[in-house]
């Protein structure tokens, strides 16, 4: 599904039509604390964002906001060229399933997925084919008389699923809506999900702590940190070109090293770390304390050609293993730094305490200021 | 997890009844053991004295309650002023309950003192500090001629009003309480998830909220009403002889006419009353959810 969706994107991005959701400059606190910072999103029409960060970067914040369920101390937002910061939640037509479901408990699964038919008042006819057609959508035709209570989580998510879109909001909004789940129905309801969205053609905005769900699912991903966006890009641009150490570290496994710049020519830097003299792309001047990212794949066993990789040696720590590839995680003379590699093939002789050379291209580094440095 | 206790509150968990015998029931002997001697003991006397006249088996007491329109009107007259606590309770309690379970902080104990701290003063020493502040003289009276609102004291003491008020200062914590706990236990994304479906405050209410917490409202209604049936200092006191009641009916029939059948047959139609209202009560709090289950 994923594959897919990475392989689709002149399609998928030509209908995405631009701004169809516009958050603009939103600032939101709670007593003294700002959790939304001057934040500004733009959503495409059927696209599908996720907003991604730990606990506390102010997702959730983002969208309830969005939702109308609480309201901004500064900016606007915009769904479809309307202005809706001063609207109420349920003149909004933007749909919400939340993190615990938060379906009715005294109705029936029907009767939860005909709830917003019935507010807004479509004909009781009408209602009942459309839940039908809901309860198809997500395969649980034959839980429409069951009460809520009774099913299980993945049974419960798809109805809070149903139960959303079934009113036909304009924007979906999911808060963590697998978190509930074991790992292996997450992965099937994630694809599922993605699934139905992207037939429905909504516009979807997912909040997620878990990188992984993100990459999986989104066409576009918002990587959130203090209540700003560090990153927004599609799932290989956060992944390959992260555009700041904490969007590298926080999507996916990487290594660090710390260092200073000591030149550099032709968009090239040289940079003296505790490993030897690494070089990366980047524009730094001399003297600058910098950070090396590179993903633990991006790296190999063995040397490589000069010019055009990073050679450095070093002693292995620990050697975990994953099945299908194994990570090694290399002694480190200063704290902060971490050199992970994985490899997909285990040479023989490696184990903790063996010195090992390891190799990655220029190309796969990326350098950033050293946090707590001057820009900070 | 969430869900696990958001179940719990609301809707009682049905466990399946299973008579196998179980030790930690041995716990409660004691307290069994009292209340057959202290509450038992002495309603299976009532009861059988209200059969019984100086001849023996009688049921001149119940032909006499029921047969003659003054007691009836009296049993009315307990009935209407049970009902109308209840109500005013519900009205003035719901709100106040769902600002207790909402609120968060210093607010929250604050609320909580000035709702419970009355249950802590003597309902004598309330009710009489009521007919001091209702007298002629009194501050109603005082700041109702002083605005201009009427020319000059009326009477407030030993009104149908007063009564009523003094029955809701008494027993509104007990219909807070139960109300309470239901509000504190309802997950307010249900809320915000109604809203996302369209539904405006209206119909989020009589839709979510009204029927998540029947079972607060059925409680502190049971509870408040019968033992507002029952109430017996507060009607005497703000009241008196102008507006009988069962209770009043009783301790008359007890301590003045010394007609013990009389009595005991008002006590067991109150107790038949009540008895019935947790019956049906019970009935109702596990119907909805209970089927389905």
């Known amino acids: 599904m994923s594959q897919q969706a990475t392989a689709l994107p002149p399609a998928a991005e030509a209908q995405h039509e631009p701004g169809y959701l516009a958050v603009s400059n939103v600032t939101k606190r709670f007593g003294a604390a700002t959790v939304l910072d001057s934040l500004s999103l733009s959503v495409g029409r059927a696209e599908f964002v996720s907003l991604l960060g730990p606990s506390g970067c102010g997702k959730t914040t983002l ?3 969005i939702a109308g369920l609480l309201a901004p101390d500064q900016g606007a937002i915009e769904v479809g060229g309307r202005d809706l910061t001063r609207v109420a939640a349920h003149r909004r037509n933007i749909g919400v399933v939340f993190q615990n479901y938060a379906l009715f408990p005294h109705l ?43 099913l299980s989580g993945g049974q419960q998510q798809r109805i809070a699923v149903a139960r959303a879109v079934v009113v036909e909001p304009s924007l979906l909004l999911l808060d963590e809506p697998f978190s509930a789940l074991d790992r292996k129905l997450r992965e099937t309801m994630q694809i599922e999900l993605r699934h ?18 993100a990459l999986v699912m989104s066409d576009r991903i918002a ?154 | 997890m969430t869900l696990a206790r958001d179940d719990l509150a609301v809707m009682p968990a049905a466990a399946p009844a299973r008579w196998t015998f179980d030790a930690k029931a041995l716990i409660a002997v004691p307290g069994l053991v009292f209340m057959a001697l202290a509450f038992a003991v002495p309603v299976l006397m ?27 009107g009296i049993i009315g007259n307990s009935l209407q002023l049970a009902c109308i606590t209840t109500a005013v309770c519900l009205a003035v309690g719901y709100p106040a309950a769902w600002a207790l379970a909402r609120i968060r902080g210093a607010w929250q104990v604050i609320l909580f003192a000035l709702i419970f701290l009355p249950l802590t003063v003597s309902i004598v020493v309330k009710t009489f500090g009521l007919t001091i502040m209702m007298r002629r003289d009194g501050i109603i009276n005082f700041l109702l001629v002083n605005l201009g609102f009427i020319e000059r004291p009326m009477r407030l003491v030993f009104t149908e009003f007063s009564l009523y008020f003094g029955m809701v200062n008494v027993f509104l914590p007990f219909m ?9 236990m309802l997950d307010p994304r249900l809320l915000d998830a109604s809203a996302s479906l369209g539904a405006g ?13 029947m079972p607060g409202i059925i409680a502190g209604g049971t509870l408040v009403f019968s033992i507002s049936v029952a109430a017996y200092v507060t009607p005497g006191l703000l ?55």
């Open chain 1, 63 to 65: 969208l309830r906001l």
């Open chain 1, 108 to 150: 029936t699964v029907a009767e939860n997925i005909a709830y917003g038919l019935r507010a807004k008042g479509v004909p009781k006819g009408e209602q009942a084919k459309k839940v039908a057609d809901a309860l198809g959508l997500v395969r649980m035709e034959a839980f429409a008389d069951r009460a809520v209570t009774a």
């Open chain 1, 196 to 213: 139905i969205l992207r037939n429905l053609g909504i516009t979807s905005i997912f909040v997620t702590h878990d990188q992984d769900e």
């Open chain 1, 223 to 376: 990587v959130m940190n203090e209540g700003r966006i560090e990153h927004l890009g599609t799932p290989s641009e956060v992944y390959a070109r992260p555009k700041s150490l904490y969007t590298m570290e926080f999507v996916g496994q990487s290594s660090r090293i710390g260092g200073v710049v000591t030149g550099g020519r032709d968009g090239i830097v040289e940079i003296d770390t505790p490993f030897g003299l690494v070089r990366a792309p980047g524009h730094f001047l001399t003297g600058s304390k910098v950070v090396v990212g590179v993903r633990p794949e991006a790296i190999a066993a063995g040397e490589g050609p000069a010019g055009e990789y990073n050679t450095v040696r070093g002693t292995v720590a620990e050697v975990i293993y994953f099945g299908s590839r194994t990570l090694l995680h290399f002694r480190t003379a200063r704290e902060g730094d971490r050199l992970h590699v994985e490899l997909n093939r285990l040479p023989d002789t490696v184990a903790p305490g063996v010195e090992m050379t390891v190799r990655w291209r220029l190309d796969d580094s990326r350098v950033f200021p050293a946090p707590g440095g001057a820009d900070r």
């Open chain 2, 46 to 72: 009532l009861v059988g004295d209200s059969f019984v006249d100086r001849d023996g088996f009688s049921l001149a007491g119940y032909r006499k309650v029921l047969g003659d329109p003054y007691y009836i």
């Open chain 2, 176 to 184: 807070i309480l139960p109300l309470y706990s239901v509000m504190r």
């Open chain 2, 201 to 213: 405050p209206v119909h989020t209410f009589l839709r979510v909220t009204l029927p998540l917490t």
């Open chain 2, 239 to 293: 009241v008196g002889d102008r507006f009988m009641t069962m209770s009043q009916v009783m301790a008359k029939a007890y301590l003045n006419i010394r007609d013990f059948q009389l009595g005991a047959s008002m006590a067991v139609i109150m107790l038949v009353i009540s008895a019935a209202l947790i019956l049906a009560s019970s009935y109702l709090v596990r119907t909805p959810g209970g089927e389905r289950r």
